[in-house]
Every structure is written in C-alpha cells, then in structure tokens.
C-alpha cells in the first residue's frame, strides 16, 4: 500500500532528527550496526529468497541465493572501509608563514555525511540494489539516514526486508528515524521534492531515472542525483579470439546476454564480430536450445515485446531468431547488423533493449571498428576478446572504448560485477547522471559525503580525525605530504 | 567581440582531437605545462595588472598583484599536485578465487580525464577565478582540454591572458586545441549545450550559475556542472569575544565585509552579535572612516542599488550608515535588525547582497542563536569569534555550523581562502550546484576526473598508473591494503 502523506512526513521528519545525531557517530559505530544488519538478513534468508522469487521469479538457486551473499557481503565491506579510515580524506595543513601565497592559517580537511538520502530501488536485484543493496550500504556507511523507495515489482519483500534491516539498526544503537521503506510513486516524488532531503540514489530505466534526475535538479535548492539507468555494453571480437574460441564466445555470449532473462544493467547488447565470422549457424543453433525465461513483471514484458518487435521489423536487421514474442515465457531473440546499415539505423538499434535480446554487428575491417566505437552510445562496460597476439591491434582502440564506459572487460563477460575496492560501475550518461561517482565497491561512500574544512579550529572542537594527536590512527595528509 | 559560430565550432573541434592526446598525456607532462604556463604568467605581470586594474577598477597593490601571485601559485600547487601521484587513486584487487561474494578477476581502478570542459570566468577575481584561474588549472591539471568563456568585465585582460596561456602550453609541448578564449552569452551558452563537452565551471551569482546550470542538466546527455554561486557568510560572535575584543571585530568585520568592496564570495554579510553588544556606535564611525569604492560594472553596480534601497526600506531593518547610493564611489551600508524580525523578514534579509553591504542581527540568547542558525541559507562559510572560555558553548552549535557551510573558521575573517591541501570552497546550494567538491585547493582537481576499472587487462595495454610493477611508483592500494 502506497505510503501516505501524514507517514511521509513523519518518516522524512524523523530522518532529518537522526541526521543529528548519526553525524556524531563514529565510524566504528556504523561498522557494527552493518555488521548486524548484514548477520540478520543472512539469518532470514529462508524466508527472504522465496518471497523474493514469489514476486521476481527469478530463480531460488543459484541466482536469489547468491544476491543475497551478495548483498550482506556488500554491507561487510562498508564496514571494513569505514574501519580503514582513508574515505575521511584527512587532510591538515598546519599554519605557515611562509606559504608562498601569503600566510596560511591552520586549515583542516574532512569529510561530513550529506544528509538524509532517498534511495530508489531497482526491479531487477531484489537484494542487492534494493532495500538493504548498494546505496543504502553507502549511504548508511557515510552516516545519512537513508528514505528506501520500495521497487513496486517487490513490495512484501521490501516491507519485511525494510523491518529487518531497521530492527538490526536500531538494535545495535542507531538513531530511531535512521532507515524507513516507503511505497508509491507519489511518496517517492514528494520525497525527492522535500527540503531535508539532501541526495538521491537510482537503478533502474533510462526514463524512470530521468524525470526523477529532473524533479532532483529543478529543486529550489537542486541536489546530488547518482542515477544508474541504462547501458548497451559492447562486446568486441576481434578475428584470431573468433578462431581461437568460437565455441567458447558463442556459449559464453549466449550466456551472458540471456542471464536473469536479460534484464542486467550490464546485459552486452551489442556483439562486434568481424564480418565472414563464420558462427551463425552456431549462434542460431544456441539461441533455439535457450528455454524462455519469465520476466520480472508485466511493465516489462509489455515494454520488452514492443521493442523487440521493432528491431525485428527494422529493415536493416536480419533476425537469427523469431521466438513466440507472446509467449509467457521468453526466449531470446538475437538479431544482426552490418556496420553500415548500425550506424546509419537510428536510436533503435543504438539503445538498451532491457531483456533477452542482443544485436550482432558485424564490421568489415578495423577502420570500420573504429567507426563503429565512435559512434556508440557511451554506458557501463566495454569488452574486449582478442588474442594475446591481438594486443597490438587492441591498443589504437582503447582510447575509444575508454571514452566509452566504466568498466573495460578483456576476454570475459560484462554481466558478473564483483563488488571490491577497485570496482567502478558507471559511466557517462546514460550510464549514470554521476559519471565522476560509483554505484559498486568501496567507493561508492563517496557519493554521500561532503567534504568540510575547519580553519583555526581549537584541537577540542575538531573532529576526531582532525585532531592533532589522531586518535583514530587514520592515515593523513599533512602539510602535503602523506602521513 | 563575440565569437562568431564558425570560430566557436572550430575551437571546440579542436578541443575534442586534443581530448586524445591528452588522455595519453602523464602528470609529469602536464606538471611541467602548468608551472611554465605559471612562469610565463609571472613574466607578465607588469603587463597584466594594469590592464586589470583598468577594466576592473580594482586596486594594484595589494589587491590584484596579490591575486596574480594566487593564480600562479595555485597552478603550481596542481603541479605538485600531479608530482605527488594520490589523485589518480590507483586501486589493484588482484583475482582471487576465494573472494566471499564469488571469485574475483583481476580489477583494477583509477582515473582519465572527463574530457573537454567548458570553464566561465568570473568577475570579481580576474586572474584568480578568470582565464587562468583554480577551474582552469584543476581542469588542465586532469589532462582536459579547456573552453574558456571570458566575463565581459575584463575583455581586453582575457584575450590577452588567454594568449599567453596558449603559447606557454604550446611551447612545452601540449596539444594544439588544449585551450582557447571565447567571448559572448551566446558562445558560452552554445558551447554548454554541445555534445562534445563533458563538464562545465563556473565561478558568478545565483541567478547566472543557476540558469547555466539548468542547460547543463537539461542537455540530452546531462554533464556535470561546477557552479559556484552565492553565499551570505554569516559570522557569530560569542558575548566573551565581544566583551574581550571588540575593537578588533569592529576593525576586522568592516575590513573584511569591504574588502574588494564586498565583492568576494565569501564576504561575510551576516554579523551575529549578542543583544547589548555596546558595538553600535563603534561600527557606526568605523562605517563612516571607511572610504567609497567603484564597482567592478555598472550592471553590479545597479543590481547592488537596488537592493540596498529594498533593505534599507525593509520596516523592520535599521540603517547604522546612510551612504548616498547614487554616488560613483560606493560608501559601506551597514544595517540592522533583530533576530525575531530576521527570522520573520523574508528573502530579502536572508540571501547576499554582492557589494559593500552587511547586516547585523541581534540575538537575545543562545537558544535565540540556536534557531537563527537553524534558519540560515547555507554557503561556503560560516564563522565563530569566540574566547576560550566560550568552547563549551559553540560545541552545541557545531552541528548547525556543520550543516550551513562548506569551511568553518574560529576567530578570523572568511574573505581570506587560502590555496592548500586542505582548502575546502564550497558548500550546500547555492554555495555551490555540486557539494561533495570543491573550486579551491587541491582536490579542486577530483571535478574533471572519471573513474574507470579495467577488468583482467594484460600488463602491457593497462595505464601505467595500474601496471603490476608500478612503475611511476605511486601510493596504491593493493587487494584491500594501503600500499
């Protein structure tokens, strides 16, 4: 049931409140109140995968099974950032007289959380970009309350997921007001819209995240808005890794592009192969044995068939195959393209199709390559296969396929994204509205802090991991030099 | 004279080719345009600073030799910035098949320029936030290409600037297309809205930052856009300090609000003082000692008549000085009102005023203090002036003065904004559009950085930032631990 206006405020009143009290708390505070929370939803996850799987059906085993690990891991590694310090970027740089600009005074830099943050849950991770996933483990880390948006697609899984990640919070001492689920796409604007509300998260569709990306920086006061949205991820072959592995990059492909029934923001969408590959018969062949997937919910279906339908009457394509587009369940539909027909075909063949589908591109020479990156919508990933004896060849490419995305792959599939301290996910827009930030991996705390110098500030009133005697054994800057 | 649409379209061409050559460029490359582009300044200064004086009316000596010897300093810091290696934040995890949410690849993170940025000049600081001014540098310093939109106020000093900077990266080796100057509304708001730029800066008021920012955001593919805009700077003042220094916060206020005739954005246009100060007749002859100054133009010039006249017909507001408004040199306004009338005063009595004006509010008690804090739009700075024996009393202020501001400073003046490692200049809208950064000091430079993950590269196609031998011998992290 839609949250209504009176709880609405509530809710975003309590989150302010607690915005007080968790910008005093200590790193090591939140480290704890992570740790719980990602022990407790560990501890229902018998009754969190099945309900998940009710409302996503997306499969138990290994899929639900394994976001969930993937999620409570994603909470442990906040905690471990927050217990190593360096996402505070202390930085003290003592008086100096002689400071060739003119005398310096004692100036001291850190980091503070932003503010109460709504986030807004994705459709397609139940888990881990949901009530308890990536931005509420980054927003919470960096200490800012965090207003969750429930997914509609999920709904009693984000309620019971949303009451243990609050009952975790609460039980190991954070702030009442700290975490709240909230339903309904009126409650979600009214939220973006609201004055405390000091940042806002996304993962979800290209539109969907750009009118909220508008309502977020039409404010009077515009704020932070890390929208994750779409991405078409690229996959280049070059001609010896054909050679070499065609059998490996047809199954590995078919693979990817049809995991979790195609509808993963780092879904490859599009296939470069060089023309007179020789693997259609084999791609057809792996496409018929591919069994339809349900997807995650009508919306999509809908939006999914439309577009499908499309591609497969665009003059240009040649479909390898012509799944029942009515059916229940989804087969995949795999199309190709010359070059030259991709970049003189429009929007259409350019942009995400979310689901079981992927375009061929077949590109005649190397020139023709280069073109083709150049034209290309920017977004998530970029792949590379190629031979080791292809390196030289890969090397004039990488400018472009660096201009293109967040993640450059070499010989693997864009779709497993590890959550570590060197992931990046993003990119230029479309990728994200945020391209200087990460959704994944230990730097996406950054998103949620905003950076505050203190200036002659006596030692006692500095934050702890300014003051002169570190209490905190942080690592720091000081006076330009690394501690 | 404008630019026209054809010199415009041929600069930004330029930018774009230039945009690959820099991404191949190494920090020490661009370390050593950056400190020959400051020489090449410093060189000319005989020749700058009168030119500058002349279209900004602003004074020689100390004023604007000193920012001359600011802007130099500041892309020699971004130099050593460079030297120093941090900002490219290399991350390695090597794989590791027992990585708890899954095995991991190899995956490793660092940074490349975000690609051509378009950078306006501000009027009030015509070097240090103008042609080659802290967005410049942080931009060139990031390896991007700079479009350079002159302000107006100081055309002549801009073209010429703008000369010298071009020839000095040319002659160190720098691509062609690395920089230019444009002039005109319409180039500026051409350039904004053209696909090829990736970023955009901007130093001004809260009106023009605001309807850039706007196009920015409205783009197709929206970019980041870095605007720094308006800020009242209010400064407390704790019934001690009052008490134990008040010839010096009479001195010093008036110094500062009057300083480059208030025209710095962190003029401290709200004084707090406790009610019975005992400073009225002080200030009032301070008010009066204090000569009349030009402003930087008449389009300044009249927006600051304007609203001077709105406060001092405001009937809750009460004039301490009544300079005569029409005059060419402008005398200092100093007003005053109480902290209920504040508070129930509306806009006008909340938001800057750009010029040499300022505004004392009087505060009847902390718990008075306490709630004008609460209401005060947020800005770059906020200030306390206080004795020791006051500290207990400004701890429970912190976190309002936390909330308000991106620098907080104890016992001095805000208009000083030194350029360090720790500088922090910026804050909640409309200090700034972007809070988690900042236009001063040293990680000015993280604005025009994107980061990116290359995932299982061979050694030898990775940026050298990430190879395996580390050979720039840079400070990492490698699998989780600081190198």
């Not at 709880?7 to 607690?18: P, Q, V």
Request: aromatic share 6%.
């Amino acid at each position: 049931m839609d949250t209504d206006p009176n709880d609405l405020s509530r809710i975003i009143d309590a989150a302010a409140e607690s915005a007080t009290v968790l910008a005093d708390s200590t790193p090591a505070d939140r480290a704890g109140w992570l740790s719980h929370t990602a022990d407790a939803i560990d501890a229902a996850a018998d009754e969190l995968v099945p309900l998940a799987a009710e409302e996503t059906h997306l499969p138990e085993n290994p899929r639900l099974r394994g976001e969930l690990a993937r999620t409570t891991f994603q909470l442990r590694l906040f905690a471990e950032v927050l217990a190593d310090g360096e996402f505070l970027r202390a930085t003290v740089d003592h008086a100096d007289p002689q400071w060739p600009m003119g005398p310096r005074p004692d100036i001291r830099r850190s980091v503070v959380p932003i503010g109460p943050t709504l986030v807004f849950a994705a459709s397609n991770f139940p888990f881990a970009f949901s009530v308890a996933g990536g931005d509420t483990a980054a927003a919470l880390a960096a200490g800012c309350p965090v207003v969750l948006k429930a997914h509609p697609g999920h709904p009693r899984l984000s309620t019971r997921t949303g009451a243990i990640v609050r009952e975790a919070l609460l039980e190991t001492g954070a702030p009442d007001g700290i975490f709240e689920v909230i339903h309904g796409i009126d409650a979600g604007t009214t939220a973006l819209r609201h004055p405390v509300i000091a940042a806002a998260a996304f993962t979800g569709s290209v539109p969907g995240g750009r009118a909220l990306f508008d309502i977020a920086t039409a404010r009077p006061r515009p704020i932070p808005f890390y929208g994750e949205l779409g991405s078409v991820n690229p996959v280049v072959v070059l001609p010896d890794a054909v050679r070499a592995r065609s059998r490996q990059i047809v199954a590995g492909f078919l693979g990817s592009f049809t995991l979790g029934a195609g509808q993963f923001c780092t879904k490859p969408g599009l296939l470069l192969l060089p023309s007179g590959h020789g693997l259609t018969d084999a791609l057809r062949t792996a496409v018929r044995d591919t069994p339809g997937q349900p997807l995650l919910n009508d919306r999509i279906a809908d939006s999914f068939r439309t577009r499908v339908t499309s591609l497969r009457e665009h003059r240009s394509v040649t479909a390898l195959s012509l799944p029942d587009i009515e059916a229940d369940l989804l087969a995949p539909t795999l199309l190709t393209v010359s070059a030259t027909d991709f970049l003189a075909g429009g929007e259409l063949l350019h942009q995400e199709c979310f689901g079981p589908a992927a375009l061929i591109v077949e590109y005649a020479n190397s020139a023709e390559l280069q073109a083709l990156l150049a034209a290309l919508e920017p977004g998530l990933t970029a792949t590379v296969f190629a031979e080791d004896s292809e390196i030289e060849e890969v090397r004039p490419l990488l400018p472009a396929l660096t201009a293109l995305a967040g993640r450059l792959i070499w010989n693997d599939w864009p779709t497993g994204v590890t959550v570590t301290w060197a992931q990046q996910h993003g990119g230029p827009y479309p990728a994200t509205t945020a391209p200087t930030t990460t959704s994944v991996g230990a730097a996406a705390i950054d998103r949620f802090l905003r950076p505050v110098a203190w200036q002659g500030f006596p030692d006692s009133l500095l934050p702890p991991a300014l003051r002169e005697d570190n209490p905190w054994r942080l690592p720091r800057r000081i006076d330009g030099k690394r501690d």
